[in-house]
């Protein structure tokens, strides 16, 4: 079986955002003296907006909305200064794919605008060929929803594509959705349930591009 398409989730995989809306949530957190403000977020990897405003009520009741919105303004503020963090490897693979006229597609659960905003500001719109946004749908990572959007705008039946993720909901949902998911750990590390649905689990994309390389390799 060769490489017909690939899927990538974009926070923790594409850009270092995770981390750096952990720092932006840190900081809040001291300002309003929040008690166990990582692992609220946390809970939060992985899923859509919906599901996120979710978590947070249930932690901070009506305020979060205005932690949030502190939390905001820090993470575009450092955005505009600085453009958002490309991951090791990501310019790389993607540059591989397409050079190996690999289909690739995106499926984040964050807004599609956001998405395509983020990638264009980044110089990595023009490497996908479709975007799945987590506001086209109803139901958030880990359920197959997105995946299977995904796989379909690119005609592509799900169990020949590869899905790059870093987050466990994220891996439970290309799993449930028929797919190859490739885990590449960012905030969370791989479990024994990640390592049971992963075709491979990674430490990097440059790991990710070595891996296709190698298949490619071996059936030329």
Not at 19 to 32: A, N, Q, S
Not at 77 to 89: H, M, T
């Given at each position: 079986m060769g490489i017909d398409a690939v899927i990538f989730d974009m926070d923790g995989i594409i850009f270092d955002s995770e981390?750096?809306?952990?720092?932006?949530?840190?900081?809040?957190?001291?300002?309003?003296q929040l008690v166990g403000v990582r692992e609220v977020l946390i809970k939060c990897i992985g899923t859509n907006k919906v599901?996120?405003?979710?978590?947070?009520?249930?932690?901070?009741?009506?305020?979060y909305e205005k932690y949030a919105q502190e939390a905001s303004q820090i993470f575009h503020?450092?955005?505009?200064?600085?453009?958002?963090?490309?991951?090791?490897?990501a310019r790389e693979l993607l540059q591989f794919l397409k050079d190996e006229k690999v289909p690739v597609g995106?499926?984040?659960?964050?807004?599609?605008?956001?998405v395509e905003a983020e990638l264009k500001q980044a110089g990595l719109y023009d490497y996908f060929q479709s975007i799945t946004g987590g506001d086209q749908l109803?139901?958030?990572?880990?359920?197959?929803?997105?995946?299977?959007?995904?796989?379909?705008k690119m005609g592509i039946e799900p169990q020949y594509i590869y899905a790059i993720e870093d987050s466990h909901n994220g891996i439970r949902a290309a799993y449930r959705a028929g797919m190859m998911p490739i885990m590449?750990?960012?905030?969370?590390?791989?479990t024994e349930e990640m390592r049971k649905?992963?075709?491979?689990?990674?430490?990097?994309?440059?790991?990710?591009?070595a891996y296709f390389q190698r298949k490619m390799a071996l059936e030329a």
């Open positions: 981390r750096l809306i952990l720092d932006c949530w840190g900081k809040v957190g001291e300002k309003h599901k996120t405003d979710e978590i947070l009520y249930q932690h901070y009741g009506k305020l503020a450092y955005v505009d200064e600085n453009g958002l963090p490309v991951k090791k490897g995106m499926a984040s659960s964050t807004r599609k605008a956001a109803e139901r958030s990572k880990p359920e197959p929803d997105i995946y299977l959007m995904a796989c379909e590449v750990p960012d905030i969370l590390p791989a649905m992963n075709v491979e689990v990674f430490g990097d994309l440059l790991q990710v591009k």
